[in-house]
T-cell receptor
Framework: AQRVTQPEKLLSVFKGAPVELKCNYSYSGSPELFWYVQYSRQRLQLLLRHISRESIKGFTADLNKGETSFHLKKPFAQEEDSAMYYCALSGGYNKLIFGAGTRLAVHP | DTGVSQNPRHKITKRGQNVTFRCDPISEHNRLYWYRQTLGQGPEFLTYFQNEAQLEKSRLLSDRFSAERPKGSFSTLEIQRTEQGDSAMYLC???????????FGSGTRLTVV
């Protein structure tokens, strides 16, 4: 079965601390993985995709096929990073299978 | 705003009534998706259009739900005989092979009372 698991509903850190948002997936085949972010009162938007191997707003994510993980990391969290983060897997016709999301709260 | 537009933003309806939502995708995007999101969950796939053809439907899309995309432009999602369990945020997204990802609309929040 195709599934995305985000084990933490809430991750609370202080400004300047490192952040790691966990994502594990289950998929038979070569997956395409994404991170989407939703800031307060804004629409869901693409943060990064594993294919591009970019760093967006200081965030990076590496696909680990052995551990079936795609964790999102940032070395120094900023208050403006506070948002809802969703990991997603592309499964056929490019439809996305989302995890339940992790709320990141960065405190001053 | 040239993004994905959804109307209405909010809809409150009585149980048993029919409702229809509209999505206007980015004009050059040929793929259009509907998702449903309930509290505390990520978006769940409902259906997918490529141009005007509906190519995939989720098991979540019961026979009370119907979606159309005439002429491959805007799309409508209709829910007949609404139930309280239909209360959710309904999201539309569009993409194209060159887009590199979805663009989501702001969603339509449905409340069935």
């Amino acid at each position: 079965a195709q599934r995305v698991t985000q084990p933490e509903k809430l991750l609370s850190v202080f400004k300047g601390a490192p952040v790691e948002l966990k994502c594990n997936y289950s998929y038979s085949g070569s997956p395409e993985l994404f991170w989407y972010v939703q800031y307060s009162r804004q629409r869901l938007q693409l943060l990064l995709r594993h294919i591009s191997r970019e760093s967006i707003k200081g965030f990076t994510a590496d696909l680990n096929k052995g551990e079936t993980s795609f964790h999102l990391k940032k070395p120094f969290a900023q208050e403006e990073d506070s948002a809802m983060y969703y990991c997603a897997l592309s499964g056929g016709y490019n439809k996305l299978i989302f995890g339940a999301g992790t709320r990141l709260a960065v405190h001053p | 705003d040239t993004g994905v537009s959804q109307n209405p933003r909010h809809k409150i309806t009585k149980r048993g009534q029919n409702v229809t939502f509209r999505c206007d995708p980015i004009s050059e995007h040929n793929r259009l998706y509907w998702y449903r999101q309930t509290l505390g969950q990520g978006p769940e796939f409902l259906t997918y259009f490529q141009n005007e053809a509906q190519l995939e439907k989720s098991r979540l899309l019961s026979d009370r739900f119907s979606a159309e995309r005439p002429k491959g432009s805007f799309s409508t999602l209709e829910i007949q005989r609404t139930e309280q369990g239909d209360s959710a945020m309904y999201l539309c997204a569009s993409s194209s092979p060159r887009a590199g990802g979805y663009t989501f609309g702001s969603g339509t929040r449905l409340t069935v009372v």
